[in-house]
């Protein structure tokens, strides 16, 4: 998929903790090749291998806060400069800081690129609890799940070791904070991004399939 300019595109994927950005990121990168770059992913799989970024990002991952800029923006920006981000990526909170957005606004237009949209995904606070609360993982393959809006399908297994477990940061004390951090200090992306002309808001309290499709619309609106 390319832009308007027929460059290679890079997209945001904006909203809340539990707004659906993982669940949608997954489906969209399948159908538009986007390389899906969550950097919570990142942090879980270095935690995961017990690397010293991994043991860092955890003390700040547990307690619902961000881990700091600098780590975050120099992992992130080591990923796209790698082959396979060439052909264009779908960021999954990233970036979360006004400080991360310019970070990588620099790093595009110094390879002749920009992003060629921002999707915000808007959901409310009462539903974000709900679905947090909810929400399962498999520790084997990553795949997410809902207890009880997306349950795991037994007809269909998401893979050979299934594990299902509840991320530390879905406790409750952990939610309000992360809902907290991200009115302070993500919310101020969306003044950002519209400032750039570079927001577009999908109703995220609709199925995941109707959400896809919405986001899918945001996308070709931008693409050729
Ligand atoms: P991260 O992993 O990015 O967490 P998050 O942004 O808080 O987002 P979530 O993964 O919680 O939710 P989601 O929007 O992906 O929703 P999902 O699809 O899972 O970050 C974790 C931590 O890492 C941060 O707190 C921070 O410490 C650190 N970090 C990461 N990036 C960072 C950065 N850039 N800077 C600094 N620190 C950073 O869906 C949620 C649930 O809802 C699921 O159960 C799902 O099945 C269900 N669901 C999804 N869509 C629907 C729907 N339409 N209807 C009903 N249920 C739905």
């Known amino acids: 998929m390319s832009d308007t300019k027929g460059r290679t595109m890079y997209v945001i994927l904006l909203g809340p903790p539990g707004a659906g950005k993982g669940t949608q990121a997954v489906q969209t990168a ?18 995961r291998n017990g690397t010293e970024l991994g043991n860092l990002a955890k003390t700040y991952m547990d307690a619902g806060e961000l881990v700091p800029d600098d780590v975050t923006i120099g992992m992130l920006l080591e990923r ?12 999954d909170g ?4 006004v400080e991360q957005a310019r ?18 995904i808007d959901v409310s606070n009462e539903e974000i609890t709900r679905r947090l609360g909810g ?28 594990k299902l477990i509840q991320r530390d940061d879905d406790k409750p004390e952990a939610i ?3 809902l907290q951090v991200y009115a302070d200090q993500t919310e101020p ?15 995220g309290e609709q199925s995941p399939e109707a959400v896809g499709q919405d986001l899918l619309s945001a996308l070709e609106a931008v693409s050729n």
Request: hydrophobic letters at 40%.
């Open 30 to 47: 399948e159908r538009t090749g986007l390389l899906h770059l969550s950097t919570g992913d990142m942090f879980r799989e270095n935690l």
């Open 80 to 91: 796209i400069g790698r082959d396979d981000a060439r052909a264009g990526c779908l960021f």
């Open 94 to 97: 990233f970036p979360r800081t």
């Open 103 to 120: 970070a990588l606004d620099e790093a595009l237009t110094a390879q002749g690129q920009e992003i060629a949209v921002t999707v915000l």
């Open 135 to 162: 929400r399962v993982s498999c520790a084997t393959c990553g795949s997410v799940f809902h207890q009880v809006f997306n349950p795991p399908d037994a007809s269909k297994p998401c893979c050979d070791v299934i």
């Open 176 to 178: 309000a904070n992360r």
């Open 189 to 203: 992306l969306v003044a950002y991004y519209t400032a750039a002309d570079k927001l577009s808001t999908v109703n």
